[in-house]
């Protein structure tokens, strides 16, 4: 009994997690958000990322758990969902494909963000949408509908703590690439830190691109079924 009750939580929160790291991104997220607080102290860095890993840590949890109920009391489908997240994800990464590249010796620092308000920028933009944003939601709630009240107690309590296990692995993860990216700069170098800048910004077009067509899929599917 206790062994097939290890098998299934091992099973939900590798589910969970698989579906949400992708989309995450935690060391692409990391070097984005290393860009733009390039001018800061490690320690400022270190603080904001306990912020983002605590905000995406709740964001994580109440998509899944109580988002498809939030979207039914707004009359809002899943597949507008995904359409509405992949429009925010993708133009988001065309903005950042489109940024030029910028020497930091030449910037003033009046014109950077004060430390104060970049933690007040923790949640938006560096949590919603650079790293839990509207497509890692749409998954969460797509995963949360699977979990319904018609289920056995257990399972219902053997899905929420693995869900909740994945998703405080993935918080860490997201702690650590956020809080060390500027190791990563270090290893990477400039012109490789700019590389894989470009690459996380294409690969995050690429899945919002992924979730607008999934989206529009199932409105397809929709009208024909009607």
């Known amino acids: 009994m206790a062994s097939a009750f290890a098998v299934g939580f091992g099973s939900i929160a590798v589910l969970v997690f698989a579906a949400a790291f992708p989309i995450v991104n935690p060391a692409g997220s990391a070097l984005i958000f290393l860009e733009i607080t390039r001018n800061f102290s490690h320690d400022v860095r270190e603080r904001l990322a306990r912020q983002i890993a605590f905000y995406s840590f709740l964001i994580l949890n109440g998509s899944l758990l109580v988002g498809s109920y939030v979207l039914e009391f707004f009359g809002i489908s899943v597949p507008a969902l995904r359409v509405a997240g992949g429009i925010v994800v993708a133009a988001a990464a065309w903005r950042l494909l489109q940024q030029g590249e910028t020497d930091p010796a030449k910037e003033k620092a009046s014109q950077m963000p004060s430390p104060e308000r970049l933690s007040g920028m923790a949640f938006y933009p560096f949590t919603m949408p650079l790293t839990t944003g509207p497509g890692t939601i749409s998954v969460m709630i797509a995963l949360g509908t699977g979990r319904t009240s018609h289920d056995p107690l257990q399972h219902r309590i053997e ?65 024909k079924l009607h």
């Open 159 to 223: 899905f929420d703590l693995a869900a909740l296990l994945a998703n405080a692995v993935l918080a860490l993860l997201i702690y650590l690439c956020f809080a060390y990216a500027d190791r990563i700069r270090h290893v990477l170098g400039n012109t490789g830190t700019s590389i894989a800048l470009r690459l996380s910004a294409f690969i995050l077009l690429c899945i919002g691109v992924q979730i607008l067509g999934s989206g529009f899929g199932e409105f397809l599917g929709n009208l």
